[in-house]
């Protein structure tokens, strides 16, 4: 494949090249045609009329020649200036013909006195061509002599002239075969850069090629080099774009996979401990044994709800769930979370504040959906607080609405912000059960929405996270 691609390249220079050579060489040979015909009547032109003046004088000094004498004085002419001379009566004719090996008599011009007369050409040669020696050569006629008035079978006397065998164009064919040199020359340059431009082209091509088989496996760090042309570089780019993301996407299930199994791990042996106990009969006591049965029950359901958590976070991320948005008040919204944590707030000795700025419109979301954010967010602020308040407040920003989940907790170190959206992720002063997949969720429940969340934390001052939602679902988050 890489061979085809890199012979159809340099063909397509190849032919590129031959069609800019022969095109103008077709259209310099149709014109040069004309060109050519135009130079050998010139030369005609001029070589006929020193004929006819030389043969005019010598006619004028001679008090009286007879035809013979004219005979021989054209022959000798015509020899001299290397031309076929031709003698014709007014009908055309061949009376004689001057040139070696010429036997043109009784033959025809193709040209009459007559037709030089009504051409206006009498006094002036008058353009023609003759077939002779196989082709056709440029031939001039002129009145020599014109038809006596009223003498019998007197139609005077026409003489043509052509180019003899020998006669060769030096300069045009000359510069017919300088021009044909210099296009071969051409043509081989240009078909040698034209492999040097397909090799160009191509070297970075088959680089790039190299580095995408060498990407897979243990092999993720593989990047292609920038370089070439700029549609290669483009590709480059796009490649070590697409790479960097499959790399993160390849680290990323890596350390889920470790985080699921590190996380399962916990119960499971947990289980496997009480259940071995219970099994040996080592555990005899009721009340031991009641209570080994219920860390059992607690475990398992711990780990369901790790699993269901992932399952969901797993759809959510892949865009698989359907939002079911309805028009939300948000004192409703706000008064069902109050309820909901009320209770476990007054037990920490938490002041637990709800604030909703005047004038803050309703929005449209997935009821149950907001509730599972602010549940999250909730929870963890009462979690990681012991004392002083846990505050939910919302406002109208930018188009939308801002809900604000602001806690007097411990807070979070600067160096673990980024991470306070990560799945399993949970610091260090961890306390009370959970895996770490809430905010998470959250935040992939946000972005379904099409809004946007973001923590900002101080340590012994406390936390705040912040929502923003549209004031509607975007359409793409409706489908399935």
């Known amino acids: 494949m890489r061979r085809g691609y890199g012979l159809r390249l340099f063909a397509g220079f190849a032919g590129l090249v031959l069609v800019m050579v022969i095109v103008p060489g077709v259209v310099f040979a149709s014109l040069f045609g004309g060109y050519r015909e135009d130079i050998d009547r010139s030369e005609l032109r001029t ?9 005019a004088r010598i006619l004028r000094s001679a008090a009286a020649i007879d035809r013979n004498q004219i005979v021989t004085l054209i022959r000798e002419q015509a020899e001299h200036a290397g031309l076929i001379v031709i003698l014709a009566d007014g009908d055309g004719r061949v009376i004689e013909g001057f040139a070696p090996a010429r036997g043109l008599k009784d033959d025809y011009l193709g040209v009459q006195y007559s037709v030089i007369v009504e051409k206006g050409n009498a006094a002036e040669w008058f353009d023609s061509k003759l077939y002779i020696g196989g082709d056709w050569r440029p031939m001039l006629v002129r009145v020599l002599v014109r038809p006596s008035d009223g003498a019998q079978g007197d139609r005077g006397l026409l003489m043509a002239v052509t180019f003899g065998d020998d006669h060769r164009l030096g300069s045009i064919d000359d510069l017919i075969g300088r021009l044909v040199v210099a296009g071969l020359a051409g043509l ?8 040097i431009m397909s090799r160009q082209l191509m070297r970075p091509l088959e680089a790039l090629t190299g580095v995408v088989r060498q990407f897979g496996p243990d092999r993720y760090d593989t990047r292609a080099s920038e370089s070439g042309p700029s549609q290669v570089r483009d590709l480059a780019r796009a490649f070590n774009a697409m790479a960097e993301r499959v790399s993160d996407n390849e680290r990323a299930m890596r350390s889920f996979i470790a985080d699921v199994s590190h996380e399962l791990r916990t119960p499971l042996t947990s289980i496997r401990g009480f259940v071995e106990a219970l099994r040996d009969g080592t555990v005899t006591d009721p009340e031991r044994r009641a209570s080994s049965l219920e860390v059992v029950h607690q475990e398992t359901q711990r780990m369901l709800r790790m699993i269901e958590q992932l399952l969901d976070l797993s759809r959510l991320e892949a865009g698989e769930y359907r939002l079911e948005p309805s028009r939300i008040d948000l004192e409703e919204l706000f008064g069902h979370i109050e309820a909901m944590f009320g209770g476990r707030a007054d037990e920490s000795g938490v002041v637990l504040r709800t604030e909703i700025e005047a004038g803050t419109p309703t929005i449209e979301a997935d009821y149950d959906r907001l509730v599972q954010v602010l549940n999250n967010l909730m929870d963890n602020a009462l979690r990681h607080t012991s004392e002083g308040s846990v505050t939910m407040a919302a406002r109208s920003v930018d188009d939308g609405i801002e809900i604000r989940v602001e806690d007097s907790g411990e807070g979070i170190a600067a160096e673990d912000l980024g991470k ?53 679902p975007a359409e793409s988050s409706l489908a399935t």
């Open 47 to 55: 070589a006929g009329n020193a004929l006819r003046v030389e043969i």
């Open 188 to 195: 081989a340059v240009a078909v040698v850069l034209a492999m």
């Open 420 to 472: 306070l959206f990560d799945r399993f992720w949970q610091p260090e002063s961890r306390s009370g059960p959970g895996a770490g997949l809430g905010l998470a969720i959250s935040r992939e429940i946000v972005r379904a929405h099409g809004g946007r969340i973001g923590a900002e934390s101080t340590v012994g001052v406390g936390t705040t996270i912040t929502v923003w939602l549209p004031m509607r």
